[in-house]
């Protein structure tokens, strides 16, 4: 199967979507599966994971009965409340969901570093591997040193970071991210999304050329097997349409092997999240 990995719905609401500034006009609308559809078929994918974009159980469930009614959702990663004192009982509750692979939270917004590392957050983290759930990491390069402390102490529960970590494509500055990534991915847990990589960038300027330290650097301190593209779409029309943001790592891979292609394409996806 070929994977969309990364991408988001949404009912566009002025206060719920306050992260959508006026720059970002294009995505001030409604964002729904049968906007998405058309384009994967276009773009010979079979379907895709949906990744939550706010912080409420309202918006996994939301995710969940979007799934429900469009087969191509093959998966859902949403949000609770790690921190929450009943946290087990929401993962126990949320079990059922059979598409339902994974939570996220917005780590890359919270004002300390190390909010991934509170004990309250660490105890709900602790308890995804037993309902069988991944957890997306969304953080800068800033964050890296504090999420490899974070993968380092579950090293069997599966980390997906989103988007390479986001590193500095508007000012190629890679010093702190090239450090961060290459120890982070030492750990076999974790896996890595090939995407966000124009919303980085300079959305109206950006290079392909833009792309290639990074993605050489991912490459080699993943390995294939590790690598999960990914169109964070819609967030990616500030910069790029659908078919150019694929294109990148179309692009990038045209002297990789069909069997490569297949895995950072769809079947680490389908591995890493169970996808059926």
């Known amino acids: 199967m070929r994977i969309d990995s990364h991408q988001h719905f949404w009912k566009f ?59 191509f959702i093959k998966g ?61 990491i969304l953080i800068f390069p800033k964050h890296l040193a504090y999420a490899e402390q974070l993968v380092a102490r579950f090293p069997d529960q599966i980390f997906v970071i989103d988007h390479l970590a986001k590193p500095d494509f508007k000012h190629l500055d890679f010093e702190v991210w090239v450090k961060g990534i290459t120890a982070i991915a030492r750990h076999t847990n974790v896996f890595c999304k090939v995407s966000g990589l ?30 999960l593209y990914g169109s964070d779409w819609p967030v990616s029309l500030l910069a790029a349409e659908y078919s150019v943001c694929m294109n990148i790592i179309e692009k990038y891979m045209s002297n990789h092997s069909d069997s490569d292609k297949r895995k950072v394409f769809g079947e680490n996806a389908v591995r890493c999240y169970g996808l059926l």
């Open 198 to 227: 124009v919303t980085e960038a300079d959305w109206k300027h950006w290079k392909y050329e833009d792309f290639l330290f990074c993605l050489e650097v991912l490459f080699d301190v993943f390995g294939i097997d590790r690598l």
């Open 13 to 71: 609401d002025p206060v719920k979507s306050s992260w959508i500034t006026e720059d970002m006009r294009i995505l001030k609308r409604d964002f729904l599966p049968s906007d998405l559809k058309p384009l994967l078929l276009e773009n010979n994918f079979d379907g895709c994971v949906a990744i939550q974009a706010d912080q409420t159980e309202f918006e996994t469930e939301f995710l969940l009965e979007l799934s429900n009614e469009n087969k």
């Open 76 to 136: 859902v990663v949403g949000w609770i409340d790690l921190r929450a004192a009943n946290v087990e009982e929401r993962l126990k509750f949320y079990s059922s969901f059979q598409k339902l692979k994974g939570f996220r939270h917005i780590l890359q917004a919270e004002t300390d570093l190390d909010f991934m590392l509170g004990k309250k957050f660490l105890n709900g983290i602790s308890m995804l591997k037993k309902y069988n759930f991944t957890y997306d």
